[in-house]
């Protein structure tokens, strides 16, 4: 098993930025996939980035060149930077692994982005 816990969100104005982190424990080895998604009151769940192991990423269209994910293999952690936030980006953001066939999610934490 893999657990996963969020930390970072919260409160900001529109433009501003957040930092979230993912920290991963448990039986870690071997997870070839991280990600983030987030999921908006009335919406479906979706992909806002992603990172492999080899460090390929990928991005949600609304999110390019505002986002940017990352992953420190050592600490089993990987990030997101949210910059130039909107109020279409608030959310409850969820990480996301995965290992072998299966898949973890975190708990999810709350990004709000108003003025």
């Known amino acids: 098993q893999v657990q996963l816990v969020e930390s970072g969100g919260g409160l900001v104005q529109p433009g501003g930025s957040l930092r979230l982190s993912c920290a991963a424990s448990?039986?870690?080895?071997?997870?070839?996939?991280m990600g983030w998604y987030r999921q908006a009151p009335g919406k479906q769940r979706e992909l806002v980035a992603g990172i492999i192991s080899g460090g390929s990423t990928n991005y949600a269209d609304s999110v390019k060149g505002r986002f940017t994910i990352s992953r420190d293999n050592a600490k089993n952690t990987h990030y997101l930077q949210m910059n130039s936030l909107k109020p279409e980006d608030t959310a409850v953001y969820y990480c996301?692994?995965?290992?072998?066939?299966?898949?973890?999610w975190g708990q999810g934490t709350q990004v709000t982005v108003s003025s």
């Open positions: 448990g039986s870690t080895f071997g997870i070839y996939y």
């Open positions: 996301n692994a995965a290992r072998g066939s299966s898949t973890y």
